[in-house]
């Protein structure tokens, strides 16, 4: 368990922070970049929650915001292969699932959709583009650090992204349904 007694360090005034196994980076460093994009993700899915969205999805969102901080973890540690490796394949293997269940009732896309419908909703496409960043910035570090990452945090990502925008299309479907793109519509040049 994690226990904090101070807030402040001033450790960090000189533009470098720490990792989980001591050693101390720049704050620019691809690995802070991958660790803040995640933890930022998760509150951008707390806003959504803030939101009021149903059950059982809101439980979901909270073993994923869970989830981000183990994901988190692992990426805070360097070592070979991800040395705390709290994410497993298993983690990856219940976002698919809960994947299937929503999008079973969803009606097939005919057009892209745009972020918006309810707030809730527009909050979760929110969280989708930053997972995206997220993977983006995961995907960075692992060309820097290949093996230094655990792999299954990119799996993880890739999949949750998907089930946020499963999840919004869920909450606008009975409150109207999608917002559609619709192309040319400003009839501009």
């Not at 998760?42 to 909270?62: H, K, N, R, T, Y």
Request: proline share 4%; glycine share 14%.
């Amino acid at each position: 368990m994690v226990r904090l007694n101070r807030i402040y360090t001033k450790t960090g005034d000189d533009g470098t922070t720490g990792l989980g196994d001591g050693s101390r980076v720049p704050k620019h460093h691809p690995r802070v970049a991958a660790y803040g994009s995640v933890d930022e993700l998760s509150s951008v899915i707390g806003l959504g929650l803030a939101q009021g969205v149903a059950e059982p999805f809101a439980d979901w969102l909270l073993v994923v915001q869970n989830d981000l901080f183990d994901l988190g973890s692992d990426l805070c540690v360097p070592g070979e292969g991800g040395e705390t490796k709290r994410l497993g394949a298993t983690y990856t293997e219940r976002i698919e699932e809960w994947i299937d269940e929503v999008n079973g009732d969803l009606d097939p896309l005919e057009s892209f959709i745009l972020p918006g419908g309810t707030t809730a909703a527009a909050w979760l496409h929110l969280a989708r583009t930053t997972c995206r960043r997220a993977e983006r910035d995961l995907h960075s570090l692992m060309a820097t650090e290949g093996k230094s990452v655990n792999g299954e945090t990119l799996r993880y990502l890739n999949r949750l992204s998907d089930l946020l925008f499963v999840l919004a299309r869920a909450l606008n479907k009975g409150a109207g349904g999608d917002v559609l793109w619709q192309p040319g519509l400003s009839g501009g040049e």
